[in-house]
C-alpha cells in the first residue's frame, strides 16, 4: 500500500458525455460554456481539467474537432493557468442489436472509428495530456452498450499519443485493464511517470469498496502517479479516499451533479469543496506548474 498523499492535484471532469444535461442546467454544453466552466473549475483550484465536447443543439457527446478547438482557444487565450485534458475515448461506443440479434449493431448510440480518427483532435490541438480508456466493458446499467477498447487500439492508440508527446492519462475501469497497462508499460509505450485514473464504481466495473479500491493501487506499475473518482454521492468522499491511499483527485460533473442532496452543483463548487477537504486534511494542493514538473508535462500552446 502507498502511504497518504501529502501533495495532491486536482482534476475536474467538465461533462462527460452521458445524459445529465436534462437533470441539471448548470452542466456546461457549448464550447463558450465548457470553456468557462474550466476557468471556473481553474480558479476554484483545479490543476487539470479533463474536457469532452457536445453537441450545441443537442447535448449529446461529440467528437467534432472545431469544438474542441473553441474550448482549447478560449482556454489559452484567458489569463487562467490550467493543464488541459483532452478525452480520446469517443468512438469505441457499440450497441448490439438485441439479445437474439446483436447483429447488425443499432445505429442509434454506435459510433465505432479507427485509432487515428479518435485522436484527431489531440493531433491538431496537442494538449498536456490526453485520456486513453485502457480496456472493454459492458458499460452501465442496463441496455446493450459496450465500451470498446481492444488491446490493439490500445496499443495503436499508445503509439501515436507518444509520438505527438502528449501524456497519456490510462483510465481503468476494472482490475483486467490493469493487466493490459503493465504489459504495455513493459513494451516501452508509455514514458514515465505513468499517468493513470482508477474509474470507480461504474456499473459494470470495478465497485467503489475501499477492499477493491485496495487491490486496484496495489497493482498499479512502480513509480505511476494515480488519481481516482467515484460517481454519484461518493464522489467527494472519493477526494479523501484516494489521498489516503497515495493518490490524487478527480470530481467535476462528468460523474456527479450535486453537491449535497437535492442541491445541483457547478463545476467550481464541487472543485472548491474537494479543495477545502484536501486542506482540512492538511494536504498541498498542487498547482498547474507543480503538476507539470512533476509529470513532465509539455506544454505546447
Known amino acids: 500500500m502507498r502511504p497518504m498523499s501529502t501533495s495532491a492535484f486536482i482534476t475536474c471532469a467538465l461533462t462527460g458525455a452521458g445524459d445529465s444535461t436534462g437533470a441539471s442546467d448548470k452542466v456546461p454544453v ?7 466552466s474550466a476557468i471556473e473549475a481553474a480558479r476554484a483550484g483545479a490543476a487539470i481539467v479533463h474536457v469532452h465536447v457536445r453537441e450545441p443543439a443537442t447535448g449529446k457527446g461529440s467528437r ?5 478547438r473553441e474550448v482549447v482557444e478560449r482556454v489559452r487565450a484567458s489569463s487562467t493557468d490550467v493543464v488541459l485534458n483532452l478525452t480520446s475515448g469517443m468512438g469505441g461506443d457499440l450497441v448490439l442489436g438485441g439479445v437474439e440479434a446483436p447483429l447488425p449493431p443499432a445505429e442509434k448510440g454506435t459510433d465505432m472509428v479507427g485509432a487515428t480518427e479518435r485522436l484527431l483532435h489531440v493531433a491538431e490541438l496537442l494538449p498536456e495530456i490526453c485520456t486513453l480508456d485502457c480496456g472493454t466493458m459492458n458499460f452501465a446499467a442496463g441496455g446493450e452498450y459496450i465500451m470498446v477498447n ?3 487500439v490500445v496499443r495503436e492508440m499508445a503509439r501515436q499519443i507518444q509520438a505527438l508527446g502528449v501524456k497519456p492519462e490510462v483510465e481503468i475501469f476494472d482490475t483486467g485493464d490493469l493487466v493490459l497497462l503493465n504489459e504495455v508499460v513493459r513494451e516501452g509505450l508509455f514514458d514515465d511517470p505513468v499517468m493513470v485514473q482508477l474509474c470507480m464504481g461504474i456499473p ?15 497493482n498499479l506499475p512502480p513509480n505511476s502517479v494515480f488519481s481516482a473518482f467515484s460517481i454519484g454521492r461518493s464522489q ?12 490524487n483527485v478527480r470530481v467535476g460533473l462528468e460523474d456527479n451533479i450535486y ?13 472548491d469543496r474537494a479543495r477545502r477537504i484536501l486542506e482540512a486534511m492538511n494536504v498541498h494542493v498542487e498547482t498547474p506548474a507543480e503538476v507539470r514538473d512533476r509529470l513532465g508535462l509539455v506544454k505546447h500552446g
Open 30 to 36: 457549448t464550447p463558450e460554456q465548457i470553456a468557462d
Open 64 to 68: 467534432n474537432v472545431d469544438y474542441y
Open 150 to 152: 481492444t488491446p490493439g
Open 204 to 218: 459494470y466495473g470495478a465497485p467503489n469498496d475501499p477492499l477493491t479500491f485496495a487491490a486496484m493501487v496495489n
Open 236 to 247: 467527494l468522499p472519493y477526494a479523501a479516499q484516494s489521498v489516503l491511499f497515495g493518490g
Open 259 to 271: 453537491l449535497s442532496k437535492g442541491v445541483l452543483a457547478s463545476n467550481g463548487d464541487l472543485v
